[in-house]
Every structure is written in C-alpha cells, then in structure tokens.
Nanobody, 115 residues
C-alpha cells in the first residue's frame, strides 16, 4: 500500500521559515519524480516545486529563491525548505509522487502565514 505522509506545516509570521517533510512508503522512492503542490482556499491546485529521481529541480516563479526542494532517497523522504514566507504562500501543501502510470498524493498539510 502506497502512502505519502506530509508533516511540518503550521502557523508562521511573514518572513519566517518552515520545513515540510513527506515520508513515502510502498514505492521504490528513488525512481519517482516527487513534487510539492499547494492549494489556497478557492483556487486551483498549483505546482510549487518538483525534483526528479536524478535530482533535477524545477520551481514555480513565485517561490524561486525562497523555497528549496530536496530528497533523501535513503530515507524515502521528500523535503521543502520554505524561507521568507509571505501571506500569499498560505495554502494546503500536498506531496506528489509520479512514475508512469502511477500518480500518488499525500493528505496535505496546512501552511498559514500571518501576523
């Protein structure tokens, strides 16, 4: 049974930092393209960052220079380091794993940026 379990969300002030984690089980983690998506209230889900099995990364323009995606294949874990957070980063953040034809999602973790 495949599971992606996110953790690390919470309430943070503008300018603060959070680190999200996604623990994977039931998959050969190292071959999967892993990503973080987010969905703000009333808006569609959007890509935040993605990392391939070989480590190549891609970021949404809105988070470039502030967020860093990384993976530890030995621990089957995906990370998202978020710095200089802004109120517009407030959303539910979802972990995603893809290896054709499989596409898996975590349950999401809430990130709220507010003073």
């Amino acid at each position: 049974q495949v599971q992606l379990v996110e953790s690390g969300g919470g309430l943070v002030q503008p300018g603060g930092s959070l680190r999200l984690s996604c623990a994977a089980s039931g998959v050969i983690f190292g071959i999967y393209t892993m990503g973080w998506y987010r969905q703000a209230l009333g808006k569609p889900r959007e890509l935040v960052a993605v990392i391939g099995g070989g480590g190549r990364t891609n970021y949404a323009d809105s988070v470039k220079g502030r967020f860093t995606i990384s993976r530890d294949n030995a621990k089957d874990t995906l990370y998202l380091q978020m710095n200089n957070l802004k109120p517009e980063d407030t959303a539910v953040y979802y972990c995603n794993g893809q290896y054709f034809p499989n596409n898996y999602w975590g349950q999401g973790t809430q990130v709220t940026v507010s003073s």
